[in-house]
């Protein structure tokens, strides 16, 4: 029963085996670097293990010693600073206007700053020199001031450790106005198109503008297959593409276009997508 | 089976890539009209066969019985060509349970015909597999192409065996009236 469906056999085409014999070779290469790899390492841990077992009994000490040391060296300056910049509350702006010229890290320690000043005046209003004295020690703080305090300013310290590996990978804000996707109501982009059809509409694709008096500028359109080659690639917005690829008319399938355009008012827009192509 | 192919397979396992040329050529139509009656479409069927191959070639080690290799092949490419399609967004198989089924189409009375395709031709039979919807095409080939049991379909595809049941009978049923259309 169903004899011949079972033992139906068809000829896939050429390519497919060049597929195959390509992952497999990379694999096979992938393989081989991760060994290589492997034992590099083991053999550079080996040989550094033999080098620095002598040494490696003093290393603690020296280890500890600089932990304990790490601390006072980021706070020190920051508290120490809080007395020169009593007044300056709006210190974003500040920092904001500067963030062009001056490297970010530096800022990324500053900002918070503006966090802690108000409430470290405060609090240390009493005896304002005794804590800045105090504060070069960061284990001693908390005992000086009331606990309230403590929390704060161990918080608005938390901060600081938070915001400074965070500030650098922020990109520059001056580019964020550029490309803005998501308000893009100018072009209507189909996703179905069929060459074979009566209706004119249908048969190429392109993008429409939704409004008559709208222009766009700078337009490229590229279409690419699923193999992620370039079918088609048109710089006329009126210009669509009629489903073949140098003269052959290329398969049924979904097809992936991304459209870059200029609007009136100099933005730059992206819109990326799929399209299926129906014979 | 004959020595030398035992000596191509045990070549395959050496990654030798003669051998696993040799191998592709033999099995690969065969893998291939599996993929075919699973996903109609020539280059979506191509992506699965390379799936398929990628598949056979990592897991040769394993393979205990060479002479089991076709239908160890079969399978592979029968589970990726359904992997795949349940990887489709707008494949979904629905309970027998779910109001969805609470269509005219849902009574369990259809009688389980014989229903024969070898008095047809294979590729009117296969067009007309593709004219299926996906989850009706992937139970009848699971269960009356490749013999598997109802069990096994129910897990794969997540339903239990009745709507498994359910969906073969409809699936048959849309198959006769579509090669009748043919005849």
């Given at each position: 029963?169903?004899?011949?469906?079972?033992?139906y056999?068809q000829?896939?085409?050429?390519e497919v085996?060049?597929?195959?014999?390509?992952?497999?070779?990379?694999?096979?290469?992938?393989?081989?670097?991760?060994?290589?790899?492997?034992?590099?390492?083991?053999?550079?841990?080996?040989?550094?293990?033999?080098?620095?077992w002598p040494k490696?009994?003093?290393?603690?000490?020296?280890l500890?010693a600089k932990q304990?040391?790490?601390?006072?060296?980021?706070?020190?300056p920051?508290?120490?600073?809080?007395?020169?910049l009593?007044?300056?509350t709006?210190m974003?702006?500040?920092?904001?206007?500067?963030?062009?010229?001056v490297?970010?890290a530096?800022?990324?320690?500053?900002s918070?700053?503006?966090?802690?000043?108000?409430?470290?005046?405060?609090?240390?209003?009493?005896?304002?020199?005794?804590?800045?004295?105090?504060?070069?020690?960061?284990?001693?703080?908390?005992?000086?001031?009331?606990?309230?305090?403590?929390?704060?300013?161990?918080?608005?310290?938390?901060?600081?450790?938070?915001?400074?590996?965070?500030?650098?990978s922020?990109?520059?804000?001056?580019k964020?106005?550029?490309?803005?996707?998501?308000?893009?109501?100018?072009?209507?982009?189909?996703?179905?198109?069929?060459?074979?059809?009566?209706?004119?509409?249908?048969?190429?694709f392109?993008?429409?503008?939704?409004?008559?008096?709208e222009?766009?500028?700078?337009?490229?359109?590229?279409i690419?297959?699923?193999?992620?080659?370039?079918?088609?690639?048109?710089?006329d917005i009126?210009?669509?593409?009629?489903?073949?690829?140098r003269?052959v008319?290329?398969?049924?399938?979904?097809y992936?276009?991304?459209?870059?355009?200029?609007?009136?008012?100099?933005?730059?827009?992206?819109r990326k997508?799929?399209?299926t192509?129906?014979? | 089976?004959?020595?030398e192919?035992?000596?191509i397979i045990?070549a395959?396992r050496?990654?030798?890539?003669?051998?696993?040329?040799?191998?592709y050529?033999?099995?690969?139509?065969?893998a291939?009209?599996?993929?075919?009656?699973?996903?109609?479409?020539?280059?979506?069927?191509?992506?699965?066969?390379q799936?398929?191959?990628?598949?056979?070639?990592?897991?040769?080690?394993?393979?205990?019985?060479?002479e089991?290799?076709?239908?160890?092949?079969?399978r592979?490419?029968?589970r990726a060509?359904v992997?795949?399609?349940?990887?489709?967004?707008?494949?979904?198989?629905?309970d027998i349970?779910?109001?969805?089924?609470q269509?005219?189409?849902?009574?369990m009375s259809?009688?389980?015909v014989?229903?024969?395709?070898d008095?047809?031709?294979?590729?009117?039979?296969?067009?007309?597999l593709?004219?299926?919807?996906?989850?009706?095409?992937?139970?009848?080939n699971?269960?009356?192409v490749d013999?598997?049991?109802?069990s096994?379909?129910a897990?794969?595809?997540?339903i239990?065996?009745?709507?498994?049941?359910?969906?073969?009978?409809?699936?048959?049923?849309?198959?006769q009236?579509?090669?009748?259309?043919?005849?």
């Open positions: 029963m169903n004899n011949n469906l079972k033992n056999t000829q896939p085409s050429p085996w060049n597929k195959i014999q390509h992952t497999l070779r990379r694999r096979t290469l992938r393989r081989q670097i991760c060994t290589a790899a492997i034992g590099f390492t083991l053999v550079a841990a080996a040989v550094a293990g033999v080098m620095l490696a009994e003093q290393q603690p000490v020296q500890t304990s040391t790490m601390p006072k060296a980021v706070v020190v920051e508290i120490a600073e809080i007395p020169a009593p007044t300056e709006p974003r702006k500040n920092v904001d206007s500067q963030s062009e010229t490297p970010v530096l800022h990324a320690e500053s918070p700053v503006t966090a802690v000043a108000p409430t470290l005046e405060k609090i240390a209003q009493p005896e304002p020199i005794a804590v800045v004295a105090q504060a070069t020690q960061p284990v001693a703080v908390p005992a000086a001031l009331p606990p309230v305090a403590s929390t704060m300013i161990t918080a608005s310290l938390a901060e600081v450790a938070d915001n400074a590996p965070a500030t650098p922020k990109p520059a804000p001056a964020a106005t550029s490309s803005n996707v998501s308000e893009d109501t100018i072009l209507w982009i189909p996703n179905i198109f069929m060459p074979a059809s009566d209706d004119a509409d249908l048969v190429v392109r993008p429409r503008l939704n409004k008559k008096d222009t766009v500028s700078k337009y490229k359109m590229t690419f297959n699923r193999s992620g080659q370039m079918v088609f690639v048109s710089n009126s210009y669509g593409w009629d489903g073949t690829y003269g008319e290329q398969p049924q399938a979904a992936v276009y991304v459209i870059n355009y200029m609007d009136a008012k100099g933005l730059r827009h992206q997508g799929t399209v192509l129906v014979r | 089976m004959t020595p192919e035992k000596y045990d395959c050496r990654n030798d890539p003669k051998a696993q040329k040799r191998l050529d033999k099995y690969a139509p065969m291939f009209g599996v993929c075919l009656r699973y996903v109609p479409s020539f280059d979506e069927a191509q992506d699965v066969l799936e398929v191959f990628i598949k056979v070639f990592d897991g040769l080690g394993g393979l205990r019985n060479y089991a290799i076709k239908a160890w092949i079969c592979i490419a029968s060509a992997n795949y399609l349940l990887a489709l967004p707008h494949v979904e198989f629905v349970s779910s109001p969805i089924f269509d005219g189409l849902a009574d259809i009688p389980e014989p229903f024969d395709t008095i047809f031709e294979s590729d009117s039979v296969l067009h007309a593709a004219c299926l919807p996906e989850k009706y095409r992937v139970v009848f699971m269960l009356e013999d598997m049991s109802y096994d379909v897990d794969t595809l997540g239990n065996e009745s709507t498994a049941r359910c969906y073969l009978s409809r699936a048959k049923k849309m198959l009236e579509k090669l009748q259309e043919t005849l």
